[in-house]
């Protein structure tokens, strides 16, 4: 059964302290790992799309890479507007257009 | 855009009754998925439908829960009986085949 799973659970970052999180998965012939932000309340926004392996994409504090069996979300200098929930999904055959498979997502928060 | 749009945003019922979340997708959006969110199973997929027509209901967990897409503007999920254990949020996602889903805010159901 395919498999996507996120690490860590959580994470506590100062203002500026760059780190990475992890989503590693398990599946056959992928057509896509997407990154989302979730914020309470709120349902998870889209922030990227990687298609193969080697491809990176960015956006503003955020990068997004991605290998042969797992993904990192890098965050360069964090602000506290970061704070939120990232959730990766793939999306893979057999499943049928774009059905995506969720992680359990990683918590940041980053205090100031 | 107005994105897609749930209601109600919050709903609380007892045991037993009958309970019924909508749905509007983005127009020109081909696909709508239903997925649940709890803190346990993080976010599930339900069933989604491909131009109106159900494509994939295995995730829908039991006879109680049933999804319906009568047009390409509106789609609802009803429980009937609710039970104390469907509470969650309860998201609708919409998107082009192959592209990502944008998800809405969601339905909070509390059953008590």
């Known amino acids: 059964e395919d498999q996507v799973t996120q690490s860590p659970e959580a994470l506590r970052l100062q203002e500026g302290e760059s780190s990475s999180l992890n989503c590693s998965y398990t599946?056959?012939?992928?057509?896509?790992l997407f990154w989302y932000r979730q914020d309470p309340g709120k349902g998870p926004e889209f922030l990227f799309t990687l298609y193969s392996a080697g491809e990176e994409k960015e956006k503003e504090r955020l990068k997004a890479t991605l290998t042969k069996k797992e993904s990192f979300l890098h965050i360069t200098a964090p602000k506290p507007e970061d704070s939120a929930t990232y959730l990766c999904a793939v999306q893979a055959p057999p499943l049928y257009g774009n059905k995506l498979v969720f992680g359990a997502g990683t918590i940041l928060r980053v205090k100031s | 855009d107005a994105g897609v749009i749930q209601s109600p945003r919050h709903e609380v019922t007892e045991m037993g009754q009958e309970v019924t979340l909508r749905c509007k997708p983005i127009s020109g959006h081909n696909s709508l998925f239903w997925y649940r969110q709890t803190m346990m199973r993080g976010l599930e997929l339900l069933i989604y439908?491909?131009?109106?027509?159900?494509?994939?209901d295995s995730g829908m967990p039991e006879d109680r829960f049933s999804a319906k897409m009568p047009n390409a503007s509106f789609s609802t999920l009803k429980i009937q009986p609710s039970e104390p254990r469907d509470s969650a949020v309860y998201f609708c996602a919409s998107g082009e085949l192959y592209s990502p889903l944008h998800f809405g805010n969601g339905t909070r159901l509390t059953v008590t």
């Open positions: 439908f491909n131009n109106n027509v159900p494509i994939d």
């Open positions: 599946v056959s012939g992928l057509r896509g």
